[in-house]
């Protein structure tokens, strides 16, 4: 079983960066695709960016030229690049893996808060 481990959020004021990181337990190369979901206190879990095999990215349109999702195969590591931080992206965000073949994996979030 894939094990995922984000870090890097935090307290963080309106018009602030935070880069989140999603360390994985084995080789991503393969993983067909990886992404990065927030929820929000009552509100639904949303798709932040995902990133698939081959490279090509995707962004919830709330997000799109503030945040960039990248990945490392090396590090085996998915990042999330959050710049222009506005309250409403408070939330706790998930990192989200897909391996070939295997069940999806979810990691245990981290808390991400933007004050006004």
């Known amino acids: 079983q894939v094990q995922l481990v984000e870090s890097g959020g935090g307290l963080v004021q309106t018009g602030g960066s935070l880069r989140l990181s999603c360390a994985a337990s084995?080789?991503?190369?393969?993983?067909?695709?990886m992404a990065w979901y927030r929820q929000a206190p009552g509100k639904q879990r949303e798709l932040v960016a995902e990133i698939t095999s081959g490279g090509p990215v995707n962004y919830a349109d709330s997000v799109k030229g503030r945040f960039t999702i990248s990945k490392d195969n090396a590090k085996n590591t998915v990042y999330l690049q959050m710049s222009s931080l506005k309250p409403e992206d408070t939330a706790v965000y998930y990192c989200?893996?897909?391996?070939?073949?295997?069940?999806?994996?979810w990691g245990q979030g981290t808390q991400v808060t933007v004050s006004s």
């Open positions: 084995e080789n991503i190369v393969s993983f067909l695709k």
């Open positions: 989200y893996a897909r391996p070939l073949f295997r069940p999806t994996v």
